[in-house]
């Protein structure tokens, strides 16, 4: 069972998205509420969702149709860094040009107990699917980072699943790591979407294949996947680091790191359609622009 959220006319609407593509309004105005409602009652929210759509009509729309919102209002979004092999290999790249000769901060931060994990964004930086995620204007090499995003409660109670993408910009933070938040936030630097998969209904977070798509006027110029099952640490595991001596929020959303580097010599350019699908959860499908161009 996945939770959307999309426009009608000028209100928000919560919807239930069935395994059949189904969608159903619900009358929560939101995911936490959803979640409360259920817990009142002592059913997981799954159970509670298919209770409600039980005999109900769905809407006449499909999900293709609709104009979806951010599944969910993240007052903040964290992410982990390093998780992957993948990624180590990047950032190594990137901070050495290629000439890697010596244990670097990526190396250790990959095999030290306690992640990597900082603040991306924060919910007026979020942006859902098919809204416009930003360039930044003083970088030459910037990618999309796919990454599989836990959807937590203010207990670090992981309520569900969705996609994320962890804008980075790999010349800045290459240049040198205390650069890394301008590296990676600034207006509409992270999208998530399309919708939020359901804890409970997810058999094995750890065996989800994650893919990255780039289109330029048409093309498909970047086409990589990879599977959760390559995560070198375990959900809990971030969100305990998380959690510790931190204050959370209902819809904290945790990106859990990327898998998925395009090649070295790829870079982002306005206009360029970028797709991250996860399965089970959906396509999270945004182009870039410059904040320039934005009307
Ligand atoms: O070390 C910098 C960020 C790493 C990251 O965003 C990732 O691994 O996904
Ligand atoms: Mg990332």
């Not at 799954?46 to 919102?69: D, M, N, Q, R």
């Not at 050495?96 to 901060?105: E, H, I, N, S, V």
């Not at 003083?138 to 999309?144: A, I, L």
């Not at 819809?251 to 206009?271: A, E, I, K």
Request: net charge negative; glycine share 8%; with cysteine.
């Amino acid at each position: 069972m996945r939770i959307v959220r999309y426009r009608e006319a000028s209100f928000s609407r919560l919807g239930a998205l069935t395994e059949e593509g189904a969608v159903y309004q619900l009358e929560a105005s939101d995911l936490m509420e959803l979640v409360d409602e259920a817990r009142a009652k002592g059913l997981s929210p799954s159970e509670h969702v298919t209770g409600l759509i039980a005999g109900k009509v769905p809407i006449a729309f499909s999900l293709e149709e609709l104009e979806l919102l951010t599944p969910v209002d993240a007052p903040e979004v964290w992410a982990a860094g390093v998780t992957y092999l993948r990624s180590k290999e990047a950032r190594n790249y990137e901070a050495t040009g290629g000439k890697l000769d010596a244990t670097t901060f990526y190396d250790k931060v990959y095999e030290a107990e306690r992640p990597e994990l900082f603040l991306k964004s924060t919910l007026a930086r979020t942006v859902g699917p098919g809204q416009r995620v930003c360039l930044r204007s003083d970088s030459n090499w910037q990618v999309p980072e796919a990454e599989l995003g836990l959807v937590l409660d203010r207990e670090g109670i992981i309520i569900g699943y969705t996609a994320g993408n962890d804008m980075s910009c790999r010349d800045i933070e290459g240049e040198n790591p205390l650069y890394l938040p301008q590296a990676k936030v600034w207006s509409r630097s992270c999208s998530i979407g399309p919708a939020v998969r359901l804890a409970e209904t997810v058999a094995d977070p750890y065996a989800l294949q994650i893919i990255c798509r780039i289109y330029r006027n048409g093309e498909k110029l970047v086409d990589e996947q990879a599977s959760t099952g390559m995560l070198k640490r375990r959900l809990e595991e971030l969100v305990t680091f998380l959690k510790r001596d931190n204050e959370l929020y209902d819809g904290t959303v945790l990106l859990t790191g990327t898998c998925l580097v395009p090649p070295n010599q790829f870079t982002l350019d306005s206009g360029d359609r970028i797709e991250i699908e996860i399965e089970g959860i959906g396509i999270l499908a945004n182009t870039a622009v410059y904040k320039h161009e934005l009307t």
